[in-house]
């Protein structure tokens, strides 16, 4: 196996003196044309007063990333904590927030479970059907509501891929053996996407195997007159889970998830109005068990369902342009061990952006009204503002409040050394940051400092050490505070362009200050994080990336992994070598689980025009 990793190794090296890419060259997505649609007001990426990353379809092609759980851990300030490959029960973390503090949107449409924020990234999306990706850090509530307490990643999916067709198969270390089709079929009056992919892997360790499926359809139904969009989603996850939750050697857990959505939206516009209305149904289905052969020894069996219905929209005049919204959702949860729940969900947000100063300032103040019927009623304000000091630069300030609601793994499951809390109260913050960003079509860079003070924070205490039982509880007041740079820069080489990526992030918070027998929250959380990603091109049908990724953890744990990947294309046909860990670093992101050794994947794609 090793000998396969520096094979592969040696050939990139070699690729860097004599190359061979594609028939046409990688097209790099200009940062100023993106229109960011994770708000009610959409704006172009430069003209936006809060910290934004985009990661591009040309950042998806040369990320050497094989799912999103890979791409993200590439973006500075945000923690992806997996336990193997293949994106295994990833947890997602932003600027030091908990994994239930973060929200996924797919196309908007707001992917959290009430559940466990565990989850959250089994609703992540193949690479092959994404268009882009928005990451939004810092406290969202006064846009999305509940769960964005510490910042929101919305998936954007293609719209369509014209009459085409594309095979691919991957082989690799650990017995890795995926495949997946994905057809995009283009009519007079609809378009349609449909993805089908398979992933599996003997594991790299005991009981670290997997089976997952990936099940797409986007269609546009109607086009020439009232465009209706629809989408169905159903990813399947079936993985071995050794340490997952336990270290007790005795045991041999296994989880088996599903996640599903069916979302239908469309858009009227009219003079200077849009309105956007949303339908969907989400459905999560999650069986643990504790020893994968003995299903009777311990079984937990947990169904939610959340139906929703909401409109947003913009109206633009002279005062500038005001985004409002309402959703209405209902929650249903059936659990042998959380018992049966329900929950109804009501969200009215309004925010006006105004542009004065010849449109050099904008402000934009916003609030966000909450109901739960279990929490009842709750409001967070917050307020945006920025400075072009020219037409390419700008700072930029945000301050506002945020919260979480418990899950109900927080308030109701229970296991021998694990409980919940009924009593719990709803987690909140007050959020500040200032940042300054540059952006053309060749050079983006920006930077941004921040600070957090959060209340109720909820995390799994035991008194002393003698006791074996955590118990959900509101921890005192926590500051997080922290710093992240982010740039990008795309230069031309023998005719092709080549891009330089780096991103640093600093986080410090004072969470062990309180009580050093927290769990969640303190341990592993990333107190400095470098990242960077070199991807070239000196031939037509060739190109190449190199990613490094440095962490340091509040653990000590300090660590440096390497990966790469080498694409070949030959007409309609491309080969990709893509390596992980090549120096075979020991680390580990996640409670007791160590991260795969160095590993590499073959993989084939043939395009059908």
Known sequence: MKKSILFSAILMAGAFQVQAQQDDAVK??????????????????????????????????????VNVADLLQQVAGVDIRRRGTGGSQADLYIRGGGFDQTLVLIDGVKMDDAQTGHH????????????????????????????????AINIITKKNLNNSVSLNVEAGSFGQLNGSVTAGVDKENSS????????????Y?????????????????????????????????????????????????????QNSLLAFSTTFKKNKLKIQPRIYWKRNQDLFLLR???????????????????????????????????????????SNNLGNRNRSMSNVFLEHRFSIADNKLDITPGVALTYFSDFKFRAFPGLDLGYNLTNNFKV???????????????????????SGNANLEPEEAFAQEFGVKYTTSKFNASIAVFNRDADNLIDYVRNNVAEDVFVATNITEVNTKGLELDAAYNFKFKDYTQTLSVGYAFLDDNILD??????????????????????????KNVRQNIIYKYAERTTGQTYNVWDASLAIKVKQTEFTITASN??????????????????VLFGLRYSFK
Do not use: C, W
Request: charged share 20%; aromatic share 12%; hydrophobic share 35%.
């Open 205 to 257: 360790r005991n009981n670290s195997d997997y089976d997952n499926g990936n099940y797409f359809l986007k269609s546009i139904f109607n086009k020439n007159a009232q465009p209706i969009e629809m989408t169905a989603t159903f990813l399947e996850r079936n993985f071995g889970a050794e340490n997952f939750y336990t270290t007790n050697s005795t045991f041999n857990e296994y989880e088996e998830t």
């Open 514 to 539: 309180q009580n050093e027998e927290l769990s969640r929250y303190s341990l592993n959380t990333l107190k400095h994080q470098y990242t960077t990603r070199l991807s070239t091109q000196l031939f």
């Open 28 to 65: 790099v997505d200009s940062l100023s044309e993106v229109v960011v649609t994770a708000n009610r007001i959409n704006l172009p990426f430069k003209e936006n007063s809060r910290t934004i990353n985009i990661i591009t379809s040309s950042d998806i092609k040369n990320s050497a990333a």
């Open 192 to 203: 349609h996407i449909i993805h089908v992919g398979r992933v599996t892997s003997e594991g």
């Open 582 to 599: 090549i120096f075979d670093t020991d680390y580990i992101e996640s409670g007791f689980v160590p991260m795969p050794p160095s590993n």
């Open 292 to 334: 994968r052969n003995e299903p009777g020894f311990y079984r937990n069996m947990h169904i939610s369902n959340k139906i929703g219905v909401e409109t947003n929209a913009s109206y633009a005049s002279k005062l500038g342009i005001t985004g409002f919204g309402v959703e209405l959702s209902k929650i249903y949860l059936r």
């Open 396 to 418: 930029y300030g945000n301050i506002g409040y945020t919260y979480r609601i418990p899950t109900y793994t927080d308030l109701f499951y229970n296991d021998p050394v694990t």
């Open 120 to 151: 959250t990234m089994n609703a992540a999306l193949p690479l092959e059907v994404i268009e882009r990706i928005e990451i939004i850090k810092g406290p969202a509530a006064r846009v999305f509501g509940q769960n964005a307490f510490a910042g």
